[in-house]
């Protein structure tokens, strides 16, 4: 898979429902976040916690900002985030 490419980043309706019902700092601080997955989708990195997780369909990867998580996965050179929660809902 070729990695040094940029990659298009699209919201499910829900997830930018979820970022539109956070308070002004925690959606800047959850889009600066999800603006990093257009870079590197894989990689974590200062900054950005990224942890391979296991789908059924798709190799699915969570991204983890304060006490938000997102839930996405790659194909071609889209990233598709499909699930946006708060810590204490998810897990």
Known sequence: MVRNMAYDV??????????DSLHAKDRDLCTTSLRTLKENPFEPRPGTDIKKLQGKLHTLY???????RF?????????WVTKAFR?????
């Open 10 to 19: 699209k919201l499910h309706p829900k997830v930018m429902d979820f970022l």
């Open 62 to 68: 969570r991204l983890r900002v304060g006490k938000c």
């Open 71 to 79: 839930e996405y996965f790659v194909e071609a050179n889209i990233v």
């Open 87 to 91: 810590r204490e809902q998810g897990y």
